[in-house]
């Protein structure tokens, strides 16, 4: 019987989309977090009769045939950009992105990783890195014996020290945007890669081509949405449940069949 099958995929897609809203759940107080959606698409069918198939010999035409699915397959897992609110934090070295764009990172393995994640910090030799300690490119110093740090929405690295009247520009943070951000891979600790999906990553200063701006001392907030979440979670719970139903009615006329004499 094919319903025991079939609502065996629909029971396993429900599970993958319970799966992916915890995922967002768990992620809700995340910087920079942008929630993942769980698509899917039917499986192949079953041609029993084509549409347009002959079923006489005067030319009779059937008008829509007798196709059974197979049921239903993941098709993809994939995140949904935006923008999140901005939460004041008051660091010097804390920087939201406002619209397009992601920080480039290098990575230990000096491949480029890419984050909105912009809590910043300042290593041991005076880089700006991540949280992670991962470098920010391009690479920009602090001098010991800077008092302040001033950055301008541009991305410019500005330094103020004492007995200096004008501050010392130390450098400038770029964007990097994508033709295509859904493609980007993610790797976790709020890390993508490029990928061929997303295409190669143009760099530019903040505020061009298309790119967002920077705001020093916000962070960017999760822009998961905890009402839809929880309401899509009772959707999959309930479609689960539906689809239990179906085997247990499959079951129960496959005892039927056995029954008769």
């Known amino acids: 019987m ?15 989309r319970v799966e992916v809203i915890s995922q967002n759940l768990a992620n809700m107080s995340t910087t920079g977090y942008n929630p993942r959606r769980a698509e899917f698409a039917d499986l192949p069918y079953q041609q029993v009769a084509r549409p347009g198939t002959i079923t006489s010999a005067d030319g009779t035409m059937m008008p829509t045939g007798i196709q059974l699915g197979l049921g239903v397959r993941p098709s993809s897992v994939t995140f949904m950009p935006g923008q ?9 070295l804390d920087v939201a992105i406002e619209g397009n764009g992601y920080l480039e990172i290098q990575l230990p393995s000096g491949i480029s990783g890419y984050t909105r994640d912009g809590e910043l910090k300042r290593n041991a030799d005076g880089m700006i890195v991540t949280a992670a300690g991962d470098a920010v490119i391009p690479n920009i110093v602090i001098p ?3 008092r302040s740090v001033q950055i301008n929405a541009n991305g410019e690295v500005w330094a103020s020290f004492v007995n200096v009247v ?6 400038q943070i770029t964007l990097a945007g994508f033709p295509n951000e859904k493609g980007l891979e993610a790797i976790g600790g ?3 890669l490029e990928t061929p999906a997303s295409g190669g990553a143009f760099v530019s200063t903040p505020g061009d081509q298309g790119l967002g701006t920077l705001r020093q001392g916000y962070l960017e907030e999760s822009t998961v949405d905890s009402v839809r979440e929880i309401t899509d979670l009772i959707e999959a719970q309930r ?3 539906l689809n239990a139903k179906v085997i247990t009615a499959a ?5 039927a069949t056995t029954q008769i004499r």
Request: hydrophobic letters at 35%; aromatic letters at 4%.
């Open 2 to 16: 094919r319903a025991l099958s079939i609502a065996a995929t629909g029971m396993n897609a429900q599970q993958m």
């Open 84 to 92: 999140g609110t901005l939460k004041s934090t008051g660091g010097q």
């Open 144 to 146: 010991d014996d800077a």
């Open 166 to 171: 004008q501050p010392q520009l130390l450098g």
């Open 190 to 192: 709020n890390l993508f």
């Open 239 to 241: 479609g689960y449940e």
């Open 251 to 255: 079951d129960q006329m496959l005892g």
